[in-house]
Each structure stands twice: as structure tokens, then as C-alpha cells.
């Protein structure tokens, strides 16, 4: 039975949806990395929000997961290289929780300019402090929106309900898009010299970590203020309380710290700091959406191969996974054929797909013929990984489609350059929908692969089938199916049999030394 572990607090309609789909699901939260990795073998899906660190080590030990859904968007405590490597899809839910979190970077924006947190501990506390708490309006002001993807650009549009001008850096950004969204597209520079409220919706990335640090504030205008609802290393947090100290920065409002859980913060009790503990995406409906969206993608892929939401996987509808399914069964056949037929270093791989197939996501079956082409080679490649290690190693892969039908109403063709030669293998699906072989080095057969074949390549002669049963025959393997073909009359031929055990060395050495013979090779398909 499939099985799923939650190891975060999730909304209980996760689960409901895990078990509706008949998927077991336990759910554990707070555990330790070493309770995790003890618990995690155990389990085809992990569903997480931020707490959880997916790291090396817990992959390494997840021997059965397929994939880790995140209820939420930053997939900043996954370690997706690892993941990746290890064949095991990462996947969020993109959309689920923006508007409540750019909601949260407004709620900030207000609570910095008003002190509301502040005003509101004094006056609990009896003191009537009404002339400490001066603020300022936001009409009429600038706000800086740096990262305007889905959050920035719901955030942008609300400010600009409020009257605000709002200007943009994001180099991503186009100026279409700038202009939909009702925003002036600027440079950083620019933006930290304009702005009196910042607010950052960028992921943390090398290019973003620490974008706003001692050199940013230098830069931006006396009292400006800044909101953080994206991630804590976006902002140097001790040239953040040096600006603060200075009188530089008038108020930092801060969702997310650098380290989290932020227990300590050097930040932390400093009059002009408005903190919450990473609540952006915490409301009712938000944790609804993404609870529930992270199980039906999760349950998909587990159940039907879709692949929705993937960081490190294209994306495969539930209709399509219908269709691709044989289609995956050929491409990997196909390729681990090709694979098996391949003994020097592989420079290139040309996959033509060529009618019905065209119609269809072809992404995913290149992966899976690429998958079995290097998988004698390697272990540990995957259909996760089988593109990222391909590029690794200069394998250049080359797909074309070709709509019309030729012989066959579908047709995958495989062609494999190694430093020494080119050598290709053609599949179709017949009406029973199982992949059959109908080319090898341009020769035409018809196969249906089984466990065990020999492949075997000779000069087309008469006495090669008799010989051959003979030694097979001697050997007590007996022969299930026998395709032939050949390029001419008299040239060469290709037999590929299958049989009901595997051949041993010994008969494949009686099988190459008969007359005529050229190369035999025992297939494991
Ligand atoms: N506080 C919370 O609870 C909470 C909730 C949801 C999301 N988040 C975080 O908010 C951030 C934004 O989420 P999103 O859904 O808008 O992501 P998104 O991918 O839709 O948008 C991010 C934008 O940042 C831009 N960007 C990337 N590098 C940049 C750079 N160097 N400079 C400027 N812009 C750059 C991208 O082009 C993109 O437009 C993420 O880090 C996410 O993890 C936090
Ligand atoms: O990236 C996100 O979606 C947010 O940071 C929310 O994180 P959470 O699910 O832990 O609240």
C-alpha cells in the first residue's frame, strides 16, 4: 500500500484526501533529523511546510520515496540536488498561499508606519502613550517591490489600491508585465534611492542573499522602511540594526530571520522592529488551499504518474500520464536497448518521435530513454535525474517530431553516437497497445521484448536458425519468440530471440563461434 508521512503541521484535509485516495498516511510533527530518518524508509510520499529539513542524509535514507510535496511555495529546506539524484520528485503549490501573504507584507507595511504593535503593547499596559506614537500616511508614498513574481505583483496591486506608487526591480520582469500590473519596472539602484516603504518577494538565492545589506542602505532614502515577507537572507540582519540604530532605516517590519526557528535575533526587542514568526502564509484559507492542492498533486503522482507543480520534473497532466503510460513502457525499452547495445562513451542521443506520439508531452520520454540508455552505466540514474546527468557528461540530446505518420501510426526512433559509431532503434505500439521493436540499425524486424534475449547479428547465410536453435536447444534454453531481419539478401542480418532463461556464458561463447556469426550479446530487459 502506498503510504505517505506528514511531517508538518498541515491542514486535516491532507490527510482526508491522502486516505479518500486510498493512500495510508501517518502523521508525525516535531521530530527530530534523526527520529525523520529512522521513520522515513517507510514511506513512498513526504509532505512538508518549513519546518522540516529534507536534507542529503534523509534522502539517502528514504529508500522508498517518490516524492516530497510542500504545502507552500519556498522550497528553500529541500535539498533538491539530492532529491534529484536520488530520483524523488519535489513538487509545491505555487499559487496557494500569495495573497495572504502579500495581505501579510500589507498588514506589515501598515503596523511599520503606524507602530501598531507598539501602540498596542503600551496601551494594554495602561501608559496612554498617544503623542510616542507619530506615524506617517501611505498615500501618496513609494513603494519598492523587489522580486514582483506572484506575491510582489498581488502586494504591488494593493498598494496601488491604497494610492501608492509603486516601482519595481525585478529582472525578470518584462515591461509588459510592469505595465499590466500598473508598476514602473526601475533598477535596484533606483528603486532604493526612491522608495519609502521596501518590500522583498524574491526566493533566496546566491544572487539574492543579502541583497539588501550595509552598501543597499547606504543608498536608500532617510526613513525609509522595509518589510520582509520573503525570506530572512535577504537582509544583512546586522547592517539592518546598525541603519536601525543609525535613525537611517525608521522601521523594519520582519516575517522571516535568517535562522529560523528564531528564538534569538540580535533584532529582537529593538523598539522599531515589527516581528511576527514566519506567519505570511498562515491563514485559514491559504493552509486550505495548499494542504489540499500538495495532497491531490502528491496522490496523482504516487497514483497515476501526473506530475503537476515539479522543480525538477516537467509536467505531466492526469489524462496525459493515461496516454504516456505505453508510451513510457516503449521510450524505455527503446533506450535500454540502445543502452545495452552501447559500449563506448556516448556523445549524442537523437530521439525522433514521429505520429500519434507528437501529439503528446514528449519531455518525459526523453527523460525515460535517456534513463535507460546511461543505466548500464550507472546505477543511481533515474528518470528524476537522467537529463541533469546527461548534461553533466556532454551527452547532446537531440528531439524532433514529425507529425505525419510514416510506415506506423507512431513511431519512436533512438539514434545513439558514441566515438565510434551511430547506431539506432525504432519502437511502435501496436493496437494492443505493447511496444514492439520495428528497427534496428535501420533493419526492419518486429520484436516484443521479454526478460531475457539474445541479440545476435549475423551474415545472412542459409543454416544460421538451425545452428543456432541447435545450441540452444543443447543448452535446454528454450526459445519463446524469433524475430529476424536483414538489410539485403546475402547482408546483414539481425536475429533477436527470446528465451525463458538467461543464456550463459558458455552459450553465448558456442552462439558467437558459429559460422557466419558476427556479434551476440545476452539483453535483460
Ligand atoms: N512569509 C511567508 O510565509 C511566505 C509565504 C509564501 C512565500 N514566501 C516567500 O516569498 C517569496 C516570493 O514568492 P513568490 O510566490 O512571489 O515567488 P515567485 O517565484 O512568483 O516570484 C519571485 C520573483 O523574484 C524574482 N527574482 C528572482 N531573483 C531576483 C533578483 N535577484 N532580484 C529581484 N528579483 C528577483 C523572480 O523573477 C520572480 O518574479 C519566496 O521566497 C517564498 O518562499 C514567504
Ligand atoms: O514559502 C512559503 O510558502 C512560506 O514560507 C510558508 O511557509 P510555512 O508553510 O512554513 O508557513
Known amino acids: 500500500m502506498v503510504k505517505v508521512l506528514i511531517s508538518d503541521k498541515l491542514s486535516p484535509l491532507a490527510k482526508e484526501i491522502f486516505e479518500k485516495r486510498g493512500i495510508q498516511t501517518d502523521q508525525i510533527v516535531g521530530m527530530t533529523p534523526e527520529e525523520l530518518i529512522a521513520k522515513i524508509p517507510e514511506y513512498d510520499g513526504l509532505a512538508i511546510r518549513s519546518a522540516t529539513k529534507v536534507t542529503p542524509e534523509v534522502l539517502a535514507a528514504a529508500e522508498n520515496l517518490k516524492v516530497v510535496g510542500r504545502a507552500g511555495i519556498g522550497v528553500d529546506n529541500v535539498d533538491i540536488k539530492a532529491a ?9 503549490t505555487p499559487f496557494g498561499n500569495s495573497i495572504t501573504t502579500a495581505e501579510h507584507a500589507i498588514a506589515m507595511m501598515f503596523a511599520v508606519a503606524r507602530q501598531i504593535p507598539q501602540a498596542n503593547e503600551s496601551t494594554h499596559a495602561g501608559k496612554w502613550e498617544k503623542s510616542k506614537f507619530m506615524g506617517v500616511e501611505l498615500t501618496s508614498k513609494t513603494l519598492g517591490v523587489i522580486g514582483c513574481g506572484n506575491i510582489g505583483a498581488i502586494a504591488a496591486d494593493r498598494a496601488l489600491g491604497l494610492k ?8 525578470f520582469l518584462s515591461q509588459e508585465r510592469a505595465e499590466e500590473i500598473g508598476v514602473e519596472k526601475v533598477e535596484l539602484d533606483e528603486l532604493l534611492s526612491r522608495a519609502d516603504f521596501i518590500t522583498l518577494h524574491t526566493p533566496l538565492t546566491d544572487s539574492t542573499r543579502g541583497i539588501i545589506g550595509k552598501d543597499a542602505f547606504a543608498k536608500m532614502k532617510d526613513g525609509v522602511r522595509i518589510i520582509n515577507c520573503a525570506r530572512g537572507g535577504l537582509i544583512d540582519e546586522e547592517a539592518l540594526k546598525e541603519a536601525l540604530d543609525s535613525g537611517k532605516v525608521a522601521g523594519a517590519a520582519l516575517d522571516v530571520f535568517a535562522v529560523e526557528p528564531a528564538k534569538e535575533n540580535a533584532l529582537f526587542g529593538h523598539e522599531k522592529v515589527v516581528a511576527t514568526p514566519h506567519l505570511g502564509a498562515s491563514t485559514t484559507e491559504a493552509q486550505v488551499n ?14 497515476d504518474g501526473a506530475v503537476t507543480n515539479a522543480l525538477n520534473m516537467p509536467s505531466v497532466s492526469a489524462e496525459e500520464a493515461t ?4 508510451y513510457m513502457k516503449l521510450a524505455g525499452e527503446l533506450g535500454s536497448f540502445a543502452g545495452q547495445l552501447t559500449e563506448n562513451a556516448l556523445q549524442k542521443i537523437q530521439i525522433e518521435y514521429q505520429g500519434d506520439v507528437t501529439e503528446l508531452n514528449i519531455r518525459p520520454l526523453t527523460a525515460i530513454v535517456v534513463e535507460g540508455l546511461l543505466q548500464p552505466l550507472m546505477d543511481s540514474v533515474n528518470m528524476v535525474n537522467a537529463m541533469a546527468i546527461a548534461k553533466e557528461r556532454d551527452i547532446e540530446i537531440i528531439e524532433s517530431k514529425n507529425e505525419g505518420e510514416g510506415d506506423y ?19 511502435t ?25 539474445l541479440y545476435v547479428t549475423n551474415e545472412d547465410l542459409p543454416g544460421f536458425i538451425g545452428a543456432l536453435g541447435t545450441v540452444l536447444g543443447d543448452a535446454g534454453l528454450n526459445i519463446a519468440t524469433f524475430s529476424l531481419g536483414r538489410a539485403a539478401e546475402g547482408g546483414e542480418a ?3 530471440v527470446s528465451i525463458d532463461q538467461p543464456a550463459s556464458d558458455e552459450v553465448l561463447a558456442k552462439v558467437q563461434a558459429l559460422p557466419h556469426v558476427r556479434q551476440v550479446k545476452a539483453l535483460k530487459f
Open 84 to 92: 534529484t539524484a536520488n530520483g524523488v520528485v519535489v513538487m509545491n
Open 164 to 171: 501608492m506608487k509603486v516601482v519595481a526591480f525585478d529582472p
Open 290 to 303: 495548499v494542504a489540499v492542492q500538495v495532497a491531490e498533486q502528491m496522490a496523482d503522482y504516487l497514483l
Open 323 to 326: 496516454r504516456l503510460n505505453p
Open 409 to 427: 501510426h507512431t513511431m519512436i526512433k533512438v539514434s545513439v553516437t558514441t566515438d565510434k559509431q551511430t547506431r539506432s532503434v525504432a519502437g
Open 429 to 453: 505500439l501496436f493496437a494492443d497497445r505493447r511496444p514492439r521493436i520495428v528497427e534496428v540499425k535501420d533493419i526492419r524486424l518486429e520484436a516484443e521484448l521479454s526478460h531475457d534475449m
Open 494 to 496: 539481425i536475429a533477436l
